[in-house]
């Protein structure tokens, strides 16, 4: 099966510095990456997504870009703020009848003002 | 627009009762998931059923049951607790092909 590994486990940051997480995937069939964020005591929210078919994608602060060959993607976020604080997981899914998420261990992402 | 709703968000279990978790969403979307989370660990694949019907096996099924009552609900039961199932239960739902999946609140479950 699917095997994704993450890192780093923390990062600290200052306040408007940029952040990096990569994470590495196993099966080459996988077609679906989805990072999420996960604050305290809440449920995971996807932040965003990107297919195989696309080498990159911007949301405002946050990007995220895939290397197939290389079997590898990463989530960017610029100009980080206090609010960015959690932790992040990324994710991989060779998709079909249903959507069956392989996670990363995730990230704990420390913003220090 | 509630999204995903799990209940209860705690439970305290002696090694043997059981129990059962339940899940709505009001998104319609045809798949439905229970993860579980450990300290550490990324998420895990209890069951899913990929649409009202059918129910499938994840990564960590040992030890749960599940029933897709309907479109919108999906439960998880737990008929033995074990120590081994203290963990947080996420209740996930997505379109089959497109969109994301999205998560419930969460249920903390510990087994003394």
């Known amino acids: 099966g699917e095997n994704v590994e993450q890192h780093p486990s923390t990062l600290s940051v200052q306040e408007g510095d940029s952040a990096v997480i990569k994470c590495t995937y196993s099966?080459?069939?996988?077609?679906?990456f989805p990072w999420y964020k996960q604050e305290l005591g809440k449920g995971p929210q996807l932040i965003i997504d990107i297919r195989s078919n696309v080498g990159e994608k911007k949301d405002q602060r946050i990007a995220v870009t895939l290397n197939k060959t290389a079997k590898h993607f990463s989530l960017h976020i610029t100009e980080t703020q206090p609010e960015d604080s959690a932790v992040y997981f990324c994710a991989a899914t060779r998709g079909g009848s249903a959507r069956q998420l392989t996670f990363g261990s995730g990230t704990q992402l420390t913003v220090l003002p | 627009n509630a999204g995903v709703t799990q209940t209860p968000k705690f439970q305290v279990l002696k090694t043997g009762q059981s129990m059962t978790l339940q899940c709505a969403q009001d998104?319609?979307?045809?798949?439905m998931y229970w993860y579980r989370q450990d300290p550490g660990m990324g998420l895990r694949l209890i069951y899913y059923?990929?649409?009202?019907?059918?129910?499938d096996k994840g990564e960590v099924p040992n030890g749960y049951n599940v029933s897709r009552l309907n479109k919108r609900e999906f439960s998880l039961r737990l008929e033995s607790a074990a120590p081994s199932q203290t963990s947080v239960y996420f209740c996930?739902?997505?379109?089959?092909?497109?969109?994301?999946?999205?998560f419930g609140p969460g249920t903390r479950l510990t087994v003394t």
């Open positions: 059923s990929a649409s009202e019907g059918t129910t």
């Open positions: 996930a739902s997505s379109e089959a092909v497109s969109g994301g999946t999205y």
């Open positions: 998104m319609n979307h045809n798949s």
């Open positions: 099966d080459s069939a996988s077609n679906y």
